[in-house]
């Protein structure tokens, strides 16, 4: 596991005044994505990362003027059984115009990486001296004061919030139904296991909500416990 790590986090001591060139910035905060490929998809969840970077104040079509530099390359699911799972990643980040080997300046986003069952930290290549911003983010490969951690979110995640005025009142502390609600895969094995298979423990069915499934992977069955058919159930209901 070690070796892995490693391969993947090659510049592992990075800070901001280590590994950013701050002479990129001279000319102000400005954000450029590379041209997308015709031949490679980019998922829902990406393509929506993207469209909030064109629309901002901050984005240009200037390579010569930015500060940031975001690939077109998808790698926001790097799970190999996925459909959305992008082939030759490596040859395509290092082919990159403005990558230079290390990949300085660069934002490399990830929600997804590894395969089931152990979810090791499988990228695909290595992000050198990129900022990685990705979601379960383990503490030991976190980049303090470099790297950016980046909450889990779906491919059904609207783009933009509600029209401006949906805010009725400004309220403190906010009176909601639920104080707390999760619906997810529980891991049977493997990373992430033994928190998702403590969730029952806080679920109240009031206004704490958290369900999970046993159904992930194509040998979830084998690795099924006492709780699974009842945890099902409620997640399907």
């Known amino acids: 596991m070690k070796s892995e790590r490693d391969s993947i986090y090659n510049n592992r001591k990075c800070r901001m005044e280590t590994c950013f060139d701050f002479n990129r910035c001279r000319k102000g905060f400005k954000v450029y994505i590379y041209p997308s490929s015709q031949t490679d998809p980019i998922s829902a969840s990406y393509s929506k990362i993207l469209t909030s970077i064109r629309e901002s104040k901050y984005y240009t079509t200037d390579p010569d003027e930015a500060c940031l530099f975001v690939p077109s390359v998808d790698t926001i699911d ?76 779906g491919k059904t995640h609207p783009q933009k919030g509600g029209s ?44 704490i909500i958290l369900l999970t499934t046993c159904k992930h992977g194509k040998d979830w069955q084998k690795h099924k416990d006492s709780r699974c058919d009842k945890d099902n159930a409620e997640y399907d209901r």
């Open 164 to 207: 401006k005025g949906d805010l009725q009142a400004n309220n403190f502390p906010v009176q909601r139904k639920y104080l707390l609600a999760f619906k997810g895969k529980r891991y049977l094995s493997g990373i992430g296991s033994d928190s998702r298979n403590a969730l029952y423990h806080i679920h109240n069915g009031n206004d």
């Open 78 to 153: 790097r799970d190999k059984l996925s459909t959305k799972y992008v082939h030759n990643v490596k040859e395509k980040i290092e082919s990159l115009p403005y990558w230079n080997i290390h990949g300085r300046n660069h934002l490399i986003f990830n929600l997804y990486s590894g395969s089931w069952p152990d979810y090791s930290e499988e990228l695909g290549f290595n992000v050198n001296q990129a900022i990685l911003i990705k979601a379960s983010f383990p503490v030991e490969n976190f980049r303090k004061d470099f790297d950016i951690s980046l909450p889990l979110f």
